[in-house]
């Protein structure tokens, strides 16, 4: 498949004939230190990983027929078929929500996390092998069976990012890092060839729906049952404590519509998408939070945190100000979690590494302009400069093709409606590698911005 001409990359999966004979490997930790982070940024597992999510994305953008009608993808939808894989996944997460009446949440005063979250995490550990047995075809998790290895099949690299998926038992938290474990635990099964061949978009579009909404609803369970601690969160200066894809695909659901040969908009919204401001509106919030990916993640933040949204998501709030629409926001979303997931020692640290997602240098791979920053430094720095750095490049991406995606120069940020005077002052904020993308960044208003946006705050990935 191609859009004007050019071919739509699709994440290869492993030759059937080949499954006794491929070399599947135990995953293990790769990462160790910061500099480790450029070597994973031009690895091939971060070629697929970034392959699968853009895959999932594009599959979730409105779709317009030849006869010009549009099918939105809400969630819900009954457009959307799934097929037996889909919802076998969909009976294990059934199976993993009973088994929270397992282990009920300690009574008393605590601190932390629950600890209780230790116990239901053992059940699942030690039923690991049988849950995945129960939804994944034989084919599928023996592969690798009586090779010539070391005995290692598909299912022992499934099961690494299977259980890396619901947080840390060890420190009582969960986040984007265990999010990314799921992205990978999807993304070996349809290297695995576990899920249908059917037209582009079709599966994509029923994983998303069918399984990544299911996760992230029991994800929010969890985290509510067990009082689950942010994992290396940035606090009120991050996007989200916890989540990341619900917002990628929540924005390319509001997206303009499109044909399966057309490139994905770079602007613009549906005719009747509510407008990105809604995020701030508590009932437009409860509306759109039950067709919408988007607004179900801020949904949850409303259920979890008190107070005014600009104050404790300040940037989703600045986010909520960008005037060329939601195509403009699945964009740099998908740039803000390059720099803010896949590029953040923290978050990619824990990552496994194995045949299915391999640590081996991706032959195509460009080598990253700037060294991924990880740890706190020693020293305050000198305040950054006001104009955007060089960033870190796609591997597949040619010179000067791709934009550098997202950085920290602290700008002025959307102001709160009557509020400026109680904000956080960030212009003192030292911009350490832990500091978020301050998203979005405005120019003052009369500076020379488009007039069409004249006052209001742009994302860093807005022209």
Known sequence: MTTNGLPIRVLPTIDPSAGPTHP??????????????????TSQAYVDIMTFLLQLNRSMFPLKSPDTSIQAWELNCEAVEFSAPVRQLQQLLAKLEEMLEKAPPDQGPRRFGNVAFRRWFQIVEGRADELLEGCLAPEVLEQGKGGSGDGVTAKEELKAYFLGSWGS?????????H?????????????????PRTAPGVEERAIVLGVVQP?????????????????GSHGVWGLDDHSFLPYIFGAAQFAPAMTDSEPLPEEGS?????DPGGVAKANIVERERKTNMYFSAVGF???VKRGPFWEHSPMLYDISGIRTGWAKINKGMIKMYNAEVLSKFPVVQHFPFGSLFSFERDPNAIAPQTQ???????ARPAPPSAGPGPGTKSPWATAGGTAAPTVAPWATARVPPSASSSLPDTSRLPPGPMAPTRAPWAKPAGSGGDSGDLGQTKAPWAK
């Open 24 to 41: 599947f490997s135990t995953p293990s930790k790769k990462i160790h230190e910061s500099n480790d982070v450029s070597s994973f940024l």
């Open 169 to 177: 038992a060890q420190r009582l938290d969960y986040g984007t890092g």
């Open 270 to 274: 549906l005719p009747d998408a509510p």
């Open 372 to 378: 991924p920053q990880s740890q706190p430094p020693t």
């Open 215 to 231: 996760y992230l609803e029991l994800i929010r369970t969890i985290i509510k049952r067990y009082t689950l601690e942010p994992a």
């Open 179 to 195: 999010e990314l474990s799921f992205l990978a635990f999807l993304g070996g099964i349809w290297k695995l060839n576990g899920f």
């Open 301 to 303: 933040i409303y259920d």
